[in-house]
């Protein structure tokens, strides 16, 4: 729920303001009657929006916005007055409050200025994640039957708010898969929180999941929010679940079972509503056998699972993926669009991509990049180890040069992974076109006599 903090040092105004903004609004409101009173309600309760009276013996509201300011206590204010000086409430706005109303304004009003205050603060919250986001990771890219069978899958779940669980290898693009399950969901414009559980030290997971109260520890100074409030009403994306310690993975299935968290130091529980979407490259049934993870909590986190495909299994993707780089990492960087010239692009096709999958082909396409003064990329700009490393032939594939168009490239690709999978099922039809997501034994048939496939 939402909560409120009024601040007037007039107890019958305070009280009026906290019962209409219950009444009208729907909010959970606090009421504080002087300006350092204020700031301890602030460090000791979760507060979304304040409304604050300039007007104040000792502390004033101007003191008020500076110590908020000191302590980047980052909650959006807005400043009220009943003398009618606005130059004074110009100053307010200035020291840091969004925007400023008169105590003679009818409460219909007061709230949609509390609505306004806390959309702009989600707004920038969205903006700023956006920014950290931007040219990190290419999107969900490509239409290979692995592709389509996971975007198939998303589109089923994505709705559904039951917990999911990615699995795949290191760098496949798993946290992508969250946040495509996030923009697909029922609540898109609520917040992701992404976790990584593995690059937290084991004394902070608690912390980092689940918040402190005031007090809780030594250096705990005021109230912190963990992961699961600042993801209520969005998703919560936990990376790396495989690497959380045993005693934290206790409290997260209560609190997935549950849906209510107690922060650390603290004795009452708080309700959250936040969709829990986890991701591992950890075989976790062998992490169960092995003790080093909960059998309770595996089950409860895959209710929906979602695999996310090698690299290497969908490399008819590889062209696609390698255009969309190129693209995104040029407008990065500030310089030229740049095309991959097809023995550059075939010299990538060749390579295994086992060490990072997507990731590291992102990473090659940044160095590609940075190599070439040019417009266009070539076999000499290709990253030395992925050219030695691009000697092997795929399983299926045809020795003697690639083909070197876009579309050429894309089918060659799309062809060795057809022979790969009919290779593996023993050049079994139907067992094949099932691995592969097909409908049926006659669409594999038809892709065959497109390619030229045939066993002998």
């Known amino acids: ?44 309760e979760p507060v979304d929006c304040v409304i604050l009276d300039l007007e104040m013996p000792g502390m004033d509201g101007f003191e008020v916005l500076r110590a908020m300011e000191r302590r980047s206590l980052r909650i959006p204010v807005i400043v009220y007055t009943g003398t009618g000086n606005y130059d004074r409430c110009t100053q307010a706005i200035r020291l840091g409050a969004q925007s400023f109303i008169d105590k003679a304004e009818p409460m219909e009003r007061v709230v949609q200025e509390v609505e306004n205050a806390l959309a702009r603060q989600r707004l920038v919250g969205q903006v700023a994640a956006l920014r950290e986001r931007t040219g990190t990771d290419a999107p969900l890219v490509g239409a290979s039957p692995a592709m389509r069978r996971l975007k198939d899958a998303i589109a089923r779940v994505a709705k559904i708010p039951s917990p999911v669980l990615i699995v795949g290898e290191s760098g496949s693009g798993k946290e992508l898969v969250a946040r495509e399950l996030h923009r697909l969901g029922a609540s898109p414009n609520g917040p992701f929180v992404a976790l990584n559980s593995g690059a937290l030290p084991e004394s902070l997971v608690e912390d980092e999941l689940f918040g402190h109260e005031r007090g809780a520890f030594t250096g705990a100074n005021v109230l912190r929010k963990g992961a699961f409030e600042a993801a209520a009403g969005g998703t919560l994306f936990l990376d790396e679940i495989g690497e959380l310690p045993l ?68 490399l008819s993707d590889l062209p696609a993926l390698v255009e969309q780089l190129v693209t995104t990492t040029c407008a990065r960087f ?89 290779e593996r099922n023993d050049w079994h039809i139907t067992k094949t076109a099932e691995e592969l997501g097909l409908s049926d034994h006659a669409s594999l048939l038809k892709i065959m006599r497109r390619h030229g496939i045939s066993r002998e």
Request: no cysteine; aromatic share 4%; glycine share 6%.
């Open 247 to 314: 005693p934290a993975q206790a409290k997260l299935l209560r609190v997935i079972e549950q849906r209510q968290v107690s922060r650390l130091g603290g004795n009452r529980t708080i309700t959250v509503d936040a969709r829990v979407v986890a991701a591992t490259n950890r075989d976790l049934e062998a992490e169960v056998a092995a003790g080093r993870f909960r059998q309770d909590l595996l089950y409860r986190l895959n209710v929906h699972l979602l695999r996310v495909p090698a690299l290497r299994e969908r």
């Open 1 to 44: 729920m939402t909560t409120i903090l009024v601040v007037d040092d007039v107890p019958a105004m305070a009280e009026q303001y906290a019962y209409d903004l219950k009444r009208l609004g729907a909010y959970d409101a606090l009421v504080a009657h002087g300006g350092r009173e204020a700031l301890e309600a602030l460090e000791r």
């Open 334 to 422: 500030g310089v030229r669009p740049k095309k991959v010239e097809g023995a550059a692009l075939e010299s990538l096709l060749a390579y295994e991509w086992k060490r990072n999958n997507v990731r590291e082909l992102r990473n090659v396409v940044e160095r590609m990049i940075i190599a070439t003064d040019t417009d266009v990329i070539a076999l000499d700009d290709v990253p030395a180890e992925i050219r030695d490393g691009a000697g092997s032939v795929a399983p299926g594939a045809s020795p003697g040069p690639l083909p070197t168009s876009f579309h050429a490239l894309k089918a060659e690709a799309e062809r060795r992974i057809i022979v790969a999978a009919l």
